[in-house]
């Protein structure tokens, strides 16, 4: 069994995935559980959080996994990309339970955890397939032929796709981040209310830094009680926008790759429009689009392990070179 | 302090180069501006003239971003905090180490960020062009860039 730990952004997260990769548990802190915790007051950013979550969540993962650490085979853990603190908090936990038990330690890349959240049983995906790896931080085309890795085929030039849709509901007065609100809102709209512009760049590159600007500008020239009454057409022609774009970019190079079977991961993927506009494709599980430590586990299966003691100088990376 | 007017994200990248050709490991530079007014445009600019050939994206999300160069490059956004603590700055230090940084949204992080060596504020200007405000306690580099900057030199 892997116990898993994934502390590279917002989430403390713990789980257990045995070797055929069945979820055995899943724990998530998320920052929204946090806020009800401290009485609706905004905790800080910071990694002192990750710190004071991931013994109860360490424990939390054990006990509804009805496990012991003798049932703990090998370590998993974030190394990177993500902010350096938050990781570290992760990765001294890692090596510090991987030291104490003498077990191997598995570093995981964040990117590759999303992409192996399709590997779990039941249904576990086969490779070649292309996957769309959209999320608050990322947009990628991953050309996966094997499990152990993938070859980046397209990449966001300026704004990922969730960020996009956060920054976006903050500009119709949604909260953020508040991609899950706009997607809401949206179902209220109409999608074809406004026609907003998406960037065409070459190749399998996405661009969304002018869509967001292009919103920008229709909210500030609408008058304040109009703009209250096209909220939920705003929303919906904006996400129409996003959502096309991602669409277009992933079919055509499905196309270009000889016809791949295309797959979807990372937290945008649980958008409504975007999963019935890829309804075809093999779609992350809902709970496993946001970050969380069994996709982390399940992609520490196909990584080399670090044998025992060999680990403990190991450090992060904020962003993959 | 100078102005520059900007007409285009390229005019913005290269006003963020010629601000880069001024940087040394240590130096900070912050970007503010609302949204959309291309301060992730120009951090891309600066950081390409530093010789970062990967993609320069939004760190909104992710708080900071590294790329590892000769020399490396911060780059920082403080969007999602509310203000700063001991903690939250004890995180974005080591960003600080032997790396030239850039911060968008620097306000939130007022009392903890080192001085800016140049400090940059972008403003819309009707629907595509930007006025772009550069301010540093050198003047004489104030002076370079704005010449570093003009597309005709």
Not at chain 1, 62 to 77: F, I, Q, S, W
Not at chain 1, 152 to 168: I, Q, S
Not at chain 1, 313 to 320: N, R
């Amino acid at each position: 069994m892997i116990l898993g730990i994934e502390t590279s952004c917002d989430e403390t997260a713990v789980a257990l995935v045995t070797q055929d990769g069945e979820v055995r548990s899943n724990v998530v802190a998320s920052q929204a559980e946090l806020h009800a915790r401290y009485g609706g007051v905004v905790p800080e950013v910071a990694s002192r959080r990750h710190l004071e979550l991931v013994g109860p969540v360490l424990s939390e993962a054990l006990e509804r996994g009805k496990a012991t650490l003798d049932e703990v085979e090998a370590v998993a853990v974030t190394r990177g990309p993500g902010l350096i603190g938050a990781l570290l908090v992760g990765l001294s936990a890692a090596k510090a339970l991987a030291w104490s038990r003498r077990l191997p330690l598995i570093p995981v890349d964040h990117l590759h955890g999303h992409v192996a959240s399709l590997y779990l049983e039941p249904g576990a995906l086969e490779p070649p397939f292309l996957c769309l790896l959209v999320s608050g931080g990322h947009t990628l085309l991953l050309d996966v032929r094997a499990r152990s890795g993938y070859h980046v085929v397209g990449t966001t030039l300026d704004d990922a796709a969730g960020e996009a849709f956060d920054k976006g509901a903050r500009l119709l007065g949604l909260g953020y981040p508040g991609g899950a609100a706009l997607d809401r809102k949206a179902r209220d709209g109409d999608p074809d209310a406004y026609s907003f512009p998406v960037a065409r760049v070459p190749g399998f590159d996405f661009s969304f830094s002018g869509l967001k600007t292009a919103l920008l500008y229709v909210v500030r020239d609408l008058p304040a009680d109009e703009l209250e009454r096209r909220r939920a057409d705003l929303a919906a022609s904006y996400q129409h926008a996003i959502v096309r774009a991602l669409v277009e970019r992933t079919r055509a190079a499905a196309m270009e790759l000889g016809g791949q079977p295309i797959a979807v991961v990372g937290g945008v993927g649980a958008n409504s429009e975007l999963r019935a506009a890829l309804a075809d494709a093999t779609l992350a599980p809902l709970p496993l689009c946001t970050d969380n430590a069994v996709m982390i586990a399940s992609a520490a299966r196909y990584a080399p392990a670090i044998p025992f003691p060999q680990y403990l100088a190991l450090d992060a990376y904020a962003t993959a070179a | 302090m100078v102005e520059l007017e900007s007409s285009s994200p390229e005019e913005t990248e290269r006003i963020g180069a010629a601000v880069a050709r001024e940087l040394e490991p240590g130096d900070v530079v912050t970007v503010s501006g609302e949204l959309g007014t291309g301060k992730t445009t120009f951090v891309r600019g600066a950081a390409r003239a530093l010789g970062i050939t990967g993609p320069v994206t939004s760190p909104s999300y992710m708080i900071g971003h590294r790329y590892p160069g000769d020399p490396d490059v911060s780059h920082l956004d403080l969007y999602r905090f509310e203000g700063m603590s001991d903690a939250e700055w004890g995180d974005l230090e080591r960003y600080f180490e032997e790396a030239v940084v850039f911060v968008e949204w620097p306000e939130a992080g007022e009392g903890f960020l080192p001085p800016a060596r140049v400090r940059v504020r972008l403003r819309h200007r009707g629907d595509t062009h930007r006025l772009v405000v550069l301010e540093s306690f050198e003047k004489a580099l104030e002076i370079r860039v704005s010449t570093g900057a003009d597309p005709r030199a």
